[in-house]
């Protein structure tokens, strides 16, 4: 059995903006930290990130001014506020398949608190299309 390669992107994972014609000269905060994070996470892959599916699980970073009790109770679990786990999938995807990311058949995302590790993303890309979808997920007939 081959071994899961996991890519570790440190820090707090930064959804996709909506851009403009503007952001090409105008440096928003927003635009220019996703572009270091999407530059961050093309650095951590490489073309070993490239594969028809995926599993994204993003830590959230769990605010300072949150009580210490709050904090130790939110370690770890569901993140339920912004930003959408869709704008940090579209956002992970991006920067991944810069081409486009019509391959790709199957995702899993999970976006939760930070937990003793801290905030950040890891990317697991499952190599082969067997892996990525199995022929029973297919109907037959």
Same mark, same amino acid.
Request: a positive charge; one cysteine or more.
């Given at each position: 059995?081959?071994? #899961?390669? #996991?890519?570790?992107? !440190?820090?707090?994972? #930064? !959804?996709? !903006? *909506?851009?403009?014609?503007?952001? *090409?000269?105008?440096?928003?905060? &927003?635009?220019?930290?996703? @572009? %270091?994070?999407? =530059? ?8 070993? /990130? @490239?594969?028809? %599916? ?15 009790? @709050? *904090? ?13 786990? =869709?704008?940090?999938?579209?956002? %992970?995807?991006? %920067?991944?398949?810069? =081409?486009?990311?019509?391959? #790709? ?8 608190? &930070? =937990? &003793?590790? /801290?905030?950040?993303t890891e990317i697991i890309?499952? /190599? ?6 199995? @022929?029973?997920?297919?109907?037959? /007939?």
């Amino acid at each position: 059995m081959s071994q #899961v390669q #996991v890519f570790v992107i !440190p820090g707090a994972p #930064v !959804p996709k !903006p *909506r851009q403009t014609r503007r952001d *090409r000269w105008m440096q928003r905060p &927003e635009v220019m930290a996703y @572009r %270091a994070w999407a =530059d961050q996470v093309r650095r951590v892959c490489g073309a070993d /990130g @490239r594969a028809p %599916a995926y599993e994204l699980r993003f830590f959230l970073p769990i605010p300072q001014s949150y009580p210490k009790k @709050r *904090r130790s109770t939110l370690r770890g679990g569901p993140h339920q506020l912004k930003p959408d786990i =869709d704008n940090l999938v579209k956002a %992970a995807l991006d %920067a991944l398949l810069p =081409d486009g990311d019509q391959k #790709v058949c199957r995702l899993r995302a999970l976006k939760c608190w &930070e =937990d &003793e590790k /801290g905030p950040r993303t890891e990317i697991i890309p499952w /190599g082969s299309w067997s892996q990525a979808a199995p @022929r029973s997920w297919f109907p037959t /007939g």
